[in-house]
């Protein structure tokens, strides 16, 4: 899936949005145009209980954070759009599927852990069991003995 954007005014509220913003929130330009970001995300939580956009009206600079939305991780990037006070006129919002990259991220680093337990000492079945349990935080690994033994 491409990025979402939607340009926001002053006040939150979207001015306009791609179709891959419409896809994210599974909602119909109708549905969006007029309504203020933030009550889009109101059952998520916020780092600081902020939304980016409220953070960046506090430090004029491009914002980001990581919600849950419709079964996907994503990055929510918030731009300001200053006029030539320095005045924040709007901003550019930017979501970003990064479920795979997350996903990668988990991946890398049980691999990390599993390369980083001392193996040399280890029997087969320890090993197999250290793997087991290192799988176990990204998949379902409740027939991975019986795939192991199959072969």
Not at 26 to 38: A, H, K, P, Q
Not at 91 to 115: F, G, P, S, W, Y
Not at 122 to 129: Q, V, W
């Amino acid at each position: 899936m491409h990025n979402g954007i939607a340009l926001l005014d002053s006040n939150q509220k979207i001015i306009q949005i791609n179709a891959a913003f419409r896809k994210f929130l599974n909602s119909n330009e109708t549905d969006l145009i007029g309504r203020t970001f933030y009550l889009l995300f109101q059952d998520k939580m916020f780092s600081d209980n902020k939304t980016p956009f409220e953070r960046m009206k506090t430090s004029k600079t491009c914002e980001t954070s990581e919600i849950e939305i419709n079964g996907r991780i994503c990055e929510i990037i918030v731009d300001p759009i200053l006029d030539s006070e320095v005045e924040i006129t709007g901003a550019v919002l930017i979501l970003n599927d990064i479920t795979q990259r997350k996903r990668d991220e988990n991946i890398q680093q049980i691999l990390h852990e599993i390369t980083g337990s001392d193996l040399l000492d280890k029997s087969i079945e320890e090993l197999l069991f250290i793997v087991r349990n290192e799988l176990g935080k990204v998949i379902d690994v409740t027939n991975f003995f019986r795939g192991t033994l199959q072969t």
